[in-house]
């Protein structure tokens, strides 16, 4: 299995309070990545990085900020929390951009 | 934008059975397309992943197709077992590192 740790796995906080999530790899991948997954979504990326400080957003990226400034530490921060963001986050790892992304086992955040 | 569908959402058989699921997707220009399975509560495995200019990719059991002018993909499980049951995602690279996913096809096999 790819070396990647998510943490904390679970999480319930409060609307209005600041989040961080953390994803630590040990591959040395160059890319990272953060979705959520949804029930009657699916998984939906929310932001990703492609190397150290290069970050780009995703599909629902409002909301969300991130921050990478080790090649093995990707964070991801949600500055007031809402109830919406109440979901599964999932961070994944790739060598290249064309290479096949492996997952962490998730983070399940509910937001009361 | 990309959009990808899977077919069936849910599907029953019994153990012995060879199946096939199905994915399609609305933009023919991708880069490569990957099959994972993700099982109740924790994150997704990578199956396969099939680059576009491959037709196939085989690893033991498992077989994935492409046919990217018709926008589609198929899994194909031989001889299935009661732990293959899971869901199983298909996703797509269309440019830039970033993956579209399918909604899932829920797979139960009953011994």
């Known amino acids: 299995d790819a070396g990647i740790t998510q943490s904390p796995r679970h999480k319930v906080t409060e609307t209005g309070t600041p989040v961080t999530l953390r994803c630590h790899q040990t591959e040395n991948h160059r890319y990272m990545y953060w979705y959520r997954q949804d029930p009657g979504h699916g998984l939906r990326l929310i932001h990703y990085s492609y190397g150290v400080k290069d970050t780009d957003k995703g599909e629902v990226s409002d909301g969300y900020s991130v921050s990478r400034s080790k090649t093995e530490d990707f964070l991801l921060t949600l500055e007031s929390a809402t109830s919406s963001q109440t979901s599964v986050y999932f961070c994944?790892?790739?060598?290249?951009?064309?290479?096949?992304?492996?997952f962490g086992d998730g983070t399940r955040l509910s937001i009361l | 934008k990309q959009e990808v569908t899977q077919i069936p959402a849910a599907l029953s058989v019994p153990e012995g059975e060879n199946l096939v699921l199905n994915c399609s997707f609305t933009d023919s220009a991708i880069y490569n397309l990957q099959w994972f399975r993700q099982d109740p509560g924790k994150g997704l495995t990578s199956l396969l992943l099939?680059?576009?200019?491959?037709r196939e990719q085989t690893s033991g059991r498992l077989n994935a197709s492409l046919d990217k002018s018709s926008g589609r993909s198929t899994l194909y499980i031989a001889a299935s077992q009661p732990g293959d049951s899971a869901t199983y995602l298909c996703a797509v690279n269309s440019g830039y590192s970033t993956l579209t996913f399918g909604k899932g096809t829920m797979l139960l096999v009953s011994p």
């Open positions: 994944a790892i790739s060598a290249t951009g064309d290479q096949p992304q492996h």
């Open positions: 099939i680059q576009s200019s491959q």
